[in-house]
């Protein structure tokens, strides 16, 4: 009967000492998730800020191609004109 009793006094034991060793690692657990959680918030503001100059430097990068696609689109039809022009006379 003593080995019994002394197995289950171990088995008690152990069970606390696992209960005690996942409650330390829980807590762990939690600050580290606290901490992570407060890096990620400042990512965020970090990038909401970058997204409002990368929006500004777009609208200028459009802006810029819609005036290149403008002029070269009113030099090519000039060219083109120019060019119809003289394959008419040509032909002529």
């Known amino acids: 009967m003593e080995t019994s009793a ?30 992570v959680n407060r890096i990620v918030d400042n990512l965020e503001e970090k990038v909401s800020s970058f997204d409002n100059a990368i929006s500004v430097l777009s609208k200028a990068a459009n802006g810029v191609a819609n005036i ?3 002029m070269v689109f009113s030099v ?17």
Do not use: C, P, R, W
Not at 76 to 86: D, G, P, Q, T, V
């Open 6 to 35: 002394l197995l289950s006094v171990l088995l008690y034991i152990s069970g606390i000492v696992l209960m005690v060793v996942f409650i330390v690692v829980g807590v762990k657990l939690i600050n580290i998730l606290d901490k």
């Open 68 to 70: 290149s696609n403008t």
């Open 76 to 92: 090519s039809s000039a060219l083109s004109k120019i060019f119809n022009k003289k394959i008419k006379k040509e032909e002529e």
